[in-house]
């Protein structure tokens, strides 16, 4: 079982907000930054947020992302056909002494 | 732009020892960043397999620590994975990832490799 909560599916519509949880504890959520990928089908993960609330370059500010206590928050606006992926939030538990990342929350763009 | 690329034999026998490479271009090995190795076997989620400093420190998976090795090759800006006595649950799709952004954010990855592992 992933050291870090996620749901499996979540949907909307298109032009929607949705948001995708990752829930976990104080040795990896709750005393470290959590970073966030989306991988389309297929393809390598790409890093979408990272230090919790921070955008790389030249992605969408559309995805917006969170942190509180020991659970974290992805958000996306806006919803796009293209954002169709599975979304994976990820970071250091200190307790196993490694990276982490949740077992993946699948995006349906109804 | 950064770019990473993972070769290797696609399939390994059980028992055996799956080698990869991951070629690095756009940015030097021997900066202050972290080359990590990240895998996915077929349909499942991202598994961390462990990550190697420019100083040549590592640091690996405790549940796979014992059969990882990661390394570097300077001269060929270069870092390599080595998992030994491999069976079919190690099979999957295995990314090479840097770090550059930060520390542990993940932010490029080279395309995957899959690696199978039958007789």
């Known amino acids: 079982q992933p050291v870090l909560t996620q749901p499996p599916s979540v949907s909307a519509a298109p032009r929607q907000r949705v948001t995708i949880a990752c829930s976990g504890s104080?040795?990896?959520?709750?005393?470290?930054?959590i970073n966030w990928y989306q991988q389309l089908p297929g393809k390598a993960p790409k890093l979408l947020i990272y230090?919790?609330?921070l955008l790389p370059s030249g992605v969408s500010d559309r995805f917006s992302g969170s942190k509180s206590g020991t659970s974290a928050s992805l958000a996306i606006s806006g919803l796009q056909s293209e954002d169709e992926a599975d979304y994976y939030c990820?970071?250091?538990?200190?307790?196993?002494?490694?990276?982490?990342f949740g077992g993946g929350t699948k995006l349906t763009v109804l | 732009q950064v770019q990473l690329q993972e070769s290797g034999p696609g399939l390994v026998k059980p028992s055996g020892t799956l080698s990869l490479t991951c070629a690095v271009s756009?940015?030097?090995?021997?900066?202050?960043?972290?080359w990590s190795w990240v895998r996915q076997p077929p349909g499942k989620g991202l598994e961390w397999i462990g990550e190697i400093s420019q100083s040549g420190n590592t640091i690996y998976n405790p549940s796979l620590k014992s059969r990882v090795t990661i390394s570097e090759d300077k001269s060929k800006n270069q870092f390599s994975l080595k998992m030994t006595s491999v069976t079919a649950a190690d099979t999957a799709v295995y990314y090479c990832?840097?770090?550059?952004?930060?520390?542990?954010?993940?932010?490029?990855w080279g395309q995957g490799t899959l690696v199978t592992v039958s007789s």
């Open positions: 990820a970071t250091w538990d200190a307790s196993l002494n490694c990276w982490v």
């Open positions: 990832a840097s770090s550059i952004t930060g520390v542990g954010t993940f932010d490029h």
């Open positions: 104080s040795s990896n959520i709750g005393n470290n930054a």
């Open positions: 230090y919790n609330d």
């Open positions: 756009g940015a030097s090995i021997s900066s202050g960043n972290w």
